[in-house]
């Protein structure tokens, strides 16, 4: 810009080059503010070397390039415009790339806990179909052998321990958070009042929470509320997960809920908090969660089964922890 306007045109030159700097600086904060592709560029950087070093191979042939020609030449300002295009271009691959990727890799992510749920609760519905047959066999023994009787319930006291200890109050003991813990013993002890059929998956230890710990438990609270507010009074059960990645904290819940002809978009809008539209408190949770870069939150509404689904996911910070 300052070799083609001259020395003449310096404060010119240097004025229209602050201002496609701010331009620029202006659009990538804007994209990033809609798909958040920053946080994610640096949240999975390993996967971005190739494309990284692509881009920057494309940019310093353009500098060549721009170097073999005189900048007073009509050709200079010609491949000027061509080198911004390109790097727009550039641009807006990336975001593309890094989107496709990480899409891949949740739907990998998914997939697995949604195999180990299938798996856990595939046993459970084993062992319950099983239990009968225990009981007979421990009445007959009993009837013939008390010490055998002993020895058969130790065996079994430890089936029944493994099995249905373990799904619910049992996987609290995951959570290091005692607060974090608390939300959780809360609900399900209301479900338990309620008669509310809940499946709660913590399959392994959650140890960190990657924003302030008051939001993500009011967050908790939200999602959790929401469903049992709204869920359909079937046998329908509530399903939560948790699940800390090597990379983040995932949560999701999901709810059989009642038909509504709200969008999405208006789900999360402030007033629409009644229980005979819903979306309560999800207002507040989202305008909680946008002030967290690192954090990500996804609500989907299935109108073919009705199926309501929440998935919050917090990337992992170093300066945050459960305590």
């Not at 200890?165 to 479900?191: H, M």
């Not at 990500?296 to 300066?319: C, G």
Request: hydrophobic share 45%.
């Amino acid at each position: 810009m300052m070799d083609y306007l001259g020395k003449r045109h310096l404060g010119t030159a240097s004025f229209f080059a602050l201002l496609i700097a701010f331009i620029f600086y202006l659009l990538v904060k804007s994209i990033d503010k809609q798909t958040r592709f920053l946080n994610l560029l640096f949240t999975y950087p390993t996967e971005h070397y190739f494309g990284g070093i692509c881009i920057l191979l494309s940019w310093g042939v353009i500098y060549l390039v721009l170097g073999s020609v005189h900048f007073r030449s009509s050709n200079y300002l010609l491949l000027s415009l061509l080198s911004i295009v390109i790097s727009f271009f550039s641009l807006f691959f990336s975001i593309m790339l890094i989107s496709f990727q990480v899409k891949e890799r949740q739907h990998q992510e998914s997939l697995q806990l949604y195999q180990i749920n299938e798996e856990y609760y595939h046993h459970l519905e084993e062992f319950k179909h099983d239990y009968k047959s225990l009981l007979f066999s421990l009445k007959i023994t009993l009837q013939e052998n008390k010490k055998e009787t002993l020895e058969f319930l130790e065996i079994l006291e430890d089936h029944s321990a493994a099995i249905f200890e373990k799904p619910q109050i049992q996987q609290l003991t995951n959570i290091v958070s005692p607060a974090v813990r608390g939300v959780f013993l809360k609900f399900l002890e209301k479900a338990e009042s309620e008669k509310i059929p809940i499946q709660v998956v913590i399959p392994v230890e959650v140890k960190t929470i990657p924003i302030d710990l008051v939001v993500f438990i009011r967050c908790l609270s939200i999602f959790i509320s929401n469903a049992f507010d709204h869920r359909v009074a079937d046998q329908s059960p509530i399903t939560i997960n948790l699940l800390e990645e090597k990379e983040g904290l995932r949560f999701s819940i999901a709810n059989k809920a009642n038909p509504t002809n709200l969008t999405l978009s208006e789900m999360v809008k402030r007033g629409k908090t009644s229980k005979k539209n819903g979306g309560l408190g999800l207002y507040s949770a989202k305008k909680m969660l946008d002030v967290y870069e690192n954090a990500e939150l996804k609500i989907e509404f299935s109108k073919q089964n009705h199926y309501f689904f929440v998935e919050m996911y917090l990337a992992s910070r170093k300066s945050k922890s459960a305590y």
